[in-house]
């Protein structure tokens, strides 16, 4: 039974790890595309795309990017309290958007 509940584990993230470049979610996110994507994923994100539906577009899942400008940003101990320059934050927000 452990031995299943780990497997579980390890094929999710392989799927959805945020923290592994070779996941699928990281190569969508990476890559903008994949090729035969798992059927886990395609499930998530028709349910996400539900809930961006249902809530007139506040919920978009394709924050990530500008997550990860303000989580590296902020992560440092010189941070500007004012947060990321303008420049940096356009950038990311040109990769936010659920289509």
């Given amino acids: ?8 584990a390890r094929r ?5 790890s945020l923290c592994r470049p070779d996941s699928a ?3 969508l996110n990476r890559d903008a595309t994949l090729e035969a ?3 886990d994923l395609l499930r ?3 349910e996400c795309r539900e809930m961006h539906d249902l809530t007139s577009g506040a919920f978009d899942p394709t924050v990530q990017q500008l997550w990860n400008l303000y989580a590296s940003h902020f992560s440092r101990a010189d941070a500007d ?4 320059g303008s420049a940096r934050i356009a950038a990311a927000l ?3 958007g659920w289509k």
């Fill in 1 to 8: 039974m452990i031995a299943a509940c780990v497997a579980e």
């Fill in 12 to 16: 999710l993230e392989a799927v959805f």
């Fill in 25 to 27: 979610l990281c190569r």
């Fill in 37 to 39: 994507p798992p059927a």
């Fill in 44 to 46: 998530l994100l028709s």
């Fill in 81 to 84: 309290p004012a947060g990321p």
């Fill in 94 to 96: 040109a990769h936010v």
